[in-house]
């Protein structure tokens, strides 16, 4: 089976810096694509960041220059290093992935593919 297993995240004061780690297993070591999306209070499911098996990396323009998406594909673990942080970065950060195809962030953007539990992150003023 196939499992997403997040971890990190917390509270920080604006300015900071938290990171998120998604340990997948069950998908292909260098052939799953992957994604983070976060849910803020009063806002639709927002995709922050993607990265596919080639390392190819794309963001959402609200966290464009201060969020890196990262994988390690020796041990199957995405990360997501958050620096800058806002109060409006806080919300709830998933990791989702699946085997990499056609269209894979539409699938992924829709609720298709594997997801993670959720972490919160919370950026006071």
């Known amino acids: 089976q196939v499992h997403l297993v997040e971890s990190g995240g917390g509270s920080v004061q604006a300015g900071g810096s938290l990171t998120l780690s998604c340990a997948v297993s069950?998908?292909?070591?260098?052939?799953?694509?992957a994604g983070w999306f976060r849910q803020r209070p009063e806002k639709n499911r927002e995709g922050v960041a993607s990265?596919?098996?080639?390392?190819?990396?794309d963001y959402g323009n609200s966290v464009k220059g201060r969020f890196t998406i990262s994988r390690d594909n020796a041990d199957n673990t995405l990360y997501l290093q958050m620096n800058s942080l806002k109060p409006e970065d806080t919300g709830m950060y998933y990791c989702?992935?699946?085997?990499?195809?056609?269209?894979?962030?539409?699938?992924?953007?829709?609720?298709?593919?594997?997801w993670g539990q959720g972490k919160q992150v919370t950026v006071s003023t």
């Open positions: 989702a992935a699946l085997e990499c195809q056609r269209d894979w962030w539409i699938q992924l953007y829709t609720g298709l593919g594997y």
């Open positions: 990265i596919d098996k080639n390392g190819y990396r």
């Open positions: 069950g998908l292909g070591q260098d052939t799953f694509c």
